[in-house]
């Protein structure tokens, strides 16, 4: 039961307490606001945050799936360039040496050829000085029929000299024939040592061209992958920048004991009970002026 004072004068007893109350209030809900304030900005901030961490970790992923397949089809090239250069080297050599013997053969070849040409031109002239000798002494036989016969040695000189030219026609035709053959075998390996000079020159062409677009082929990819690497790396210190920051935004908005939900809540909770009280103390200020009219009317307080 509420008493009062005949002197009192006081109209409202609650007055200061409702203001209290009022401001108690005001601060809890201008709290609220500039906590959902923060609460926007947070949200904003990490989810415009988290997805340009997660851009810079797509585009370093892609980046470096780039640089790992140019890398691996560089290194193949630069391989393949390697072989090539190799085979290169020992296709010049075998074609050195192949014209070298060659070289040797043919030297060969038109020594032999002169010394049987010569040696056949020396039978030849040989033969036909023979023939016509005999030639020319048959026919002195042939004239000088009523002469008296020859002696049996001249008879012998004839045999003897047929035989010589038997034998020298038989050296003729060994002679030929080896020429033949050496002509033969020179045209064989000369046609042989041609086609595979051919087949080397064809096939040097293009391993030469293979080297060239390989060779610029893995020296593109070597520019591009300094290129993604650059580019990588950029990204990569973006990132660094991104989550220095994102940690930042963790510590400001997320770390914290209790969640903005359950804050909100708990304010909520207190500025309606608050506000609850405010409303039974304007009740019992209403109550306490009825009291004091009814007093005053019944001349238990003086004005």
């Known amino acids: 039961m509420i008493r009062y004072d005949r002197g009192s004068h006081t109209a409202d007893p609650f007055v200061k307490i409702r203001g209290m109350i009022s401001d108690m209030i005001a601060k809890l809900e201008s709290e609220a606001d500039a906590e959902a304030t923060e609460k926007a900005y947070c949200d904003e901030e990490l989810s415009k945050t988290e ?10 992923e892609k980046a470096t799936t780039r640089i790992d397949q140019a890398a691996a089809k560089s290194t193949s090239l630069k391989e393949d360039v390697k072989v ?6 020992t296709m010049s050599k075998e074609q050195a040496d192949a014209t070298a013997y060659r070289q040797e053969a043919n030297a060969v070849y038109v020594a032999a050829k002169a010394d049987l040409e010569l040696g056949l031109g020396g039978v030849r002239k040989a033969l036909e000085l023979l023939r016509n000798y ?31 030219i038997g ?23 000369q046609s042989t040592y041609d086609q595979a000079t051919q087949d080397f020159k064809v096939t040097k062409t293009g391993k030469d061209q293979d080297v060239k677009y390989k060779t610029q082929e893995f020296t593109g990819l070597d520019k591009t992958i300094a290129e993604l690497t ?3 790396d950029t990204a990569s210190n973006e990132l660094s920048a991104v989550m220095e920051y ?37 009740n019992e200020a209403a109550l306490v002026q009825q ?7 019944h001349g238990f307080l003086h004005a």
């Open 51 to 60: 997805a340009k961490k997660q851009e810079l970790d797509a585009d370093i």
């Open 84 to 89: 090539l250069q190799q085979e290169l080297a």
């Open 134 to 164: 005999y030639a020319a002494g048959g026919a002195s036989a042939l004239l000088q029929a009523d002469q008296p016969a020859q002696p049996a040695a001249h008879e012998s000189s004839a045999g003897a000299g047929g035989s010589i």
């Open 167 to 189: 034998i020298l026609e038989v050296v003729e035709s060994d002679m030929a024939t080896g020429l033949a053959k050496i002509n033969m075998l020179e045209e064989d390996e």
């Open 230 to 232: 650059g580019d990588r």
């Open 246 to 282: 994102y940690g930042k935004l963790k510590d400001r908005c997320i770390a914290k004991p209790e969640s903005y939900e359950e804050r909100k809540k708990r304010r909520e909770a207190e500025i309606e009970g608050l506000k609850e009280a405010l409303n039974i103390l304007e």
């Open 291 to 297: 009291s004091q009219k009814r007093a005053r009317h």
